[in-house]
DNA sequence: AGAGTCATGTAAGCTGTTACATGATTCG
DNA sequence: CGAATCATGTAACAGCTTACATGACTCT
C-alpha cells in the first residue's frame, strides 16, 4: 500500500494526468519511486474512488482528451497519516548484483558489458538530476536554498537520487575495471 | 525469476540450509538480495524439483534436523544463461523517501525521527560490512586482493554494499540537519 | 521463567509485471 | 511513410508479504 501514497506525494506538485505521471515514475525522473502505467491509472482510478485525489476530464481537440488529477484535503490527511508509520527498512533487489556475485563462476565477459552500460545509464542519469537540481534550486546557492527555499522535500529526494547513480557509475566502472584486468574485454552491448 | 538465480549465487560459496540463507537474505548481509525465509523454503523445493540444486538430509540429535543444499552443474549452467541476458534497469521503492519527498506539506517531525533511525540502522550495517571485506580480503591488501584473490564476486558486492549504506547514512544524517534547522526537533523513536 | 535460536513449512492475500488493445497526431 | 508521442485502460500471471503453525533447546 506504499503506491498510493507515493502516487499522492507526486500529485503535490502540481495537477497531473496518469500519462504524465507515468513518464515521472519511470525511468529518468523516478527519484523516489517506480510504477508502470497501468499502476498508475488503476491507483488513480482507486485514489479518487477513496476521495482522495479529485479528477477532472480536459478536453483536447487535437490530442486525446485527459483527466487531471490533484490531491484533496483527505489525501492530504492520508499522507500524514502514513508519514507518522515507522517506515519499513528498504531492500536490495537487483539482477546485475546477482549476476556479479557470482562472476568468477561464470563467463565473466556479458556481465562487464553490462556493468558497462549500466555506468553509461547512471552517467546520463546523473547529468539530468543535476539539471533538475538546478532548477529546484532556481538561481539561489545550495545553503540559501535548504534554509529558506521552497519544495525542499523533492530537493532532497533529488540530492539523494544525485549520490545514488555517482555511487553506481563510480562502482560499475570500477567493478568492469577490475573483471576486465582478470578476464579480458568484455563486449560493450 | 531472478530469485531462483540470486539463491543459486549464494550457493556457490558452499552448502548451506534454507535457514542459513534465510539469515543471509534477511537484514545484515543481504549484499545483493533480499527475500524471507518462507520464499526460500519454496524457492529450494522449485529448484532441487528442477535439478539445479541438490539437497541432502542432515539428521542433528540436539537441533532439529535440516537439509543442506549446494548447486549442481545444470544449476551453474542456468546462472551461466542468466547472467548472460541483459539485465534490467534497477528502480528505487522506498516508503522513506516518499515520506520526505512530502515533508514540506506535513508534520516534519515524524519524518526527522525515521530519518535518525535509518542512518543508524546504515551506520551499523556499514561496520558489518566493513567487516565482512576485511574477512573475505584475509590479510592481503585491497589492490592484491583484487588482482589475485579468490572469491572477487562477493568482495565486489560487498564493496557495493558498503557504499550504498554509506551513501544512505550521510543522507539521512544531513536530511535531518536540514529538516531539524527548518521545523525543530523531531523525536527519535 | 521467558526470550531467542534452530528448523521447516502452509495458506491467503496483496502488489507488480507482461501481454494485449485502440487510435489520432506529430516529427524526421 | 514509419516511428514516436499522447492518452487510457483490461486481463492474466508471477512474485512478494502477512499470518499462522510447530516444537525442542539454550542463554540470561
Redesign the interface.
Known amino acids: 500500500m ?1 503506491l498510493r ?2 502516487v ?3 500529485l ?1 506538485d502540481g495537477e497531473y494526468s496518469g500519462y504524465q505521471l507515468a513518464k515521472a515514475f519511470d ?1 529518468g525522473v ?5 510504477a508502470l502505467p497501468q499502476q498508475l491509472y488503476a491507483e488513480l482510478t482507486k485514489l479518487e474512488a477513496d476521495g482522495l485525489v479529485a479528477g477532472r476530464q480536459v478536453i483536447q481537440e487535437t490530442r486525446p482528451n485527459k483527466r487531471l488529477f490533484q490531491v484533496t484535503e483527505e489525501g ?1 490527511a492520508e ?2 497519516r ?3 508509520t ?22 565473466a565477459a ?2 562487464i558489458g ?1 556493468l558497462a ?2 555506468a553509461r ?1 547512471a552517467a546520463a542519469k546523473v547529468g539530468i538530476l543535476e539539471q533538475l537540481a538546478a532548477r529546484l534550486r532556481g538561481g539561489r546557492d545550495e545553503a540559501e536554498f ?2 529558506h527555499g ?5 530537493y ?2 533529488c ?3 544525485l ?2 547513480e555517482r ?1 553506481t557509475r ?2 560499475c566502472e570500477r ?1 568492469a575495471d ?2 576486465r ?2 578476464y579480458g574485454e568484455g563486449q560493450q ?1
Do not use: M, Y
Open positions: 506504499a501514497h507515493a499522492l506525494a507526486a503535490l525511468a523516478a527519484n523516489f519511486w517506480h492530504l499522507l500524514e502514513f508519514a507518522a515507522t517506515a519499513k527498512p528498504s531492500f536490495i533487489r537487483d539482477d546485475l548484483l546477482v549476476k556479479v556475485q557470482a562472476v568468477d563462476r561464470i563467463e556479458p556481465v553490462q552500460a549500466r545509464t535548504l534554509a521552497t519544495r525542499l522535500g523533492p532532497l529526494t540530492l539523494r537520487g549520490a545514488f555511487e563510480d562502482w567493478s577490475i573483471l584486468a582478470r552491448p
